[in-house]
């Protein structure tokens, strides 16, 4: 069983309705459906989910399979490029291709972001209020002498925030060619989505490199390690988890000799080792998304959405479902869950019509 309230903590944009919504079709819900149409899904160590063929058209045909039993037409190369709203309180729907228009008396949308979408500005003539989209998910690119030839190297277990903010996201990091990608960012990523947006994504971070040990016990670490191993040079002996490429790297950045053993640190130098590893301050000089804006934040404005229903409040008729709401979850499955949940309600309310 899930928690609402805990599916819920997942997403960034999260509110009060959205809790409300996943009561009513959760994960075990959602993991139960697929079952019964065939689907068995796995869990992975990190809890995420997939078909148990590891192929996403094995979803892909268990939804288009479905649509047939149930006689549901698709029609195929059908661009909608616009909406409006007609008489007798029916949409208008205009496709390209040379196909003539659709008279329509409720319409779901339900295509994903809408970013670069010519249905925006259809929407704002309907007086549909959005958000403005901005990136999310995404990875910081840094050019920084600490991260140099690190690409690859891995830290299972890192804090990082903005500078600025208390609470860090945690989680495993890894240093890629640009700069630092991993769980640990791209949550960061989506929590500050429209800060860092707003910053042009230019904006220091603070990653502590071992959150589990504070400064006061590190401490006492070193002072052990002074005493019962002060012979051993301190490039030769990373404080655990810490990759050992990173921990030399780390060391000496802090200006700290590779000959100097444990016994030999001075207190100038242990002060600036503790800095670095608690507080280590990085610049970002942009972002990297694998993909073209994979996941946004942004899009149609929460309140003007009755979530009982996923019906406009602000014009009647429309529904709207998934990405294309202001809502979007940390990486994990979490948009993909808010997608089916808000399809669920969104398809209930329709067929009850």
Known sequence: MFRAEGTCQKLPTRLAGIAGCFSRWQPTDTIDWFARFGVTLK?????????????????????????????????????????????????????????????????????????????????????????????????????????????????????????????????PLLI??????????????????????????????????????????????????RQNQGAKLIRNTPIQPIPRRLWERIVTCCGIDDQITWGHLSKTAIHKLLEALKAASFHAEGKTTNKDEFVTAGGIQRHSIDFRTMESRVTPGLFFVGECLDIDGITGGFNFQAAWTTAHIAATALARR
């Open 43 to 171: 869990a992975e160590a990190d809890g995420r989910m997939f078909p148990t063929t590891d192929r996403s058209d094995t979803v892909i045909d268990c939804f288009l399979n479905r649509a047939r039993e149930c006689r549901i037409p698709l029609f195929r190369n059908h661009p909608l490029i616009g909406i409006r709203q007609g008489d007798d309180d029916c949409f208008v729907l205009e496709f390209g291709n040379e196909v003539a228009p659709v008279l329509a008396r409720s319409v779901c949308f339900a295509t994903g972001s809408l970013k670069a979408s010519p249905l925006l500005t259809q929407l704002e003539k309907l007086n549909q209020p959005t958000e403005t989209l901005v990136p999310s998910l995404f990875a910081f690119n840094v050019k920084d002498p600490r991260l140099n030839d690190l690409a690859g190297v891995a830290h299972p277990w890192v804090a990082i925030r903005r500078e600025g903010q208390k609470s860090p996201q945690l989680g």
């Open 176 to 225: 890629t060619h640009r700069g630092v990608s991993g769980p640990a960012v791209l949550r960061l990523s989506a929590w500050e989505a429209r800060e860092l947006a707003q910053s042009d994504h230019q904006f220091t971070f603070l990653i502590d490199w071992l959150p589990e040990i504070e400064v006061a016990k590190l401490k006492e670490r070193f002072a052990d390690i």
